[in-house]
């Protein structure tokens, strides 16, 4: 399909770190990463997946952690472009595989912030 905004809103987001330390019961709440590699293989140059990510609580390690998240998505697909805007505890994670498209959502996010009070951040 051409031109989809898919939206994932998992209770946590990525999956961070190795598989095998996600208790089988708490799978459902993350994108595990061999998820978003069979995703990403099939959407379309014109899309754009969205992830809701929570942050840890600790504001010293956020960073490191949404590198490291950034990391692994470019590891499943090096093509990628990927985004993240954060705010206090949650970020959004835009990935496409159009360069326009990305400078769109760059843009577009860049717009919606310059005029508001909320101190938005591009963290990758």
């Given at each position: 399909?051409?031109n989809?905004l ?32 069979r ?86």
């Open positions: 399909m051409k989809v898919v939206f994932f809103d998992p209770d946590t987001g990525i999956q961070a770190g190795r598989k095998k330390r996600i208790k089988i019961n708490q799978c459902e709440k993350y994108v595990l990463n061999e998820e978003l590699g995703l990403l293989k099939i959407i379309h140059n014109d899309s754009i997946f969205v992830i809701y990510q929570h942050l840890q609580r600790n504001s010293d390690n956020r960073q490191g952690d949404l590198k490291r998240k950034y990391d692994v998505i470019k590891e499943i697909d090096p093509q990628v472009f990927i985004n993240i805007y954060g705010e206090k505890d949650l970020a959004f994670i835009f990935i496409t595989k159009n360069n326009e498209l990305d400078a769109s959502v760059k843009k577009a996010l860049e717009n919606y912030f310059k005029g508001s009070n909320i101190k938005s951040k591009f963290l990758i």
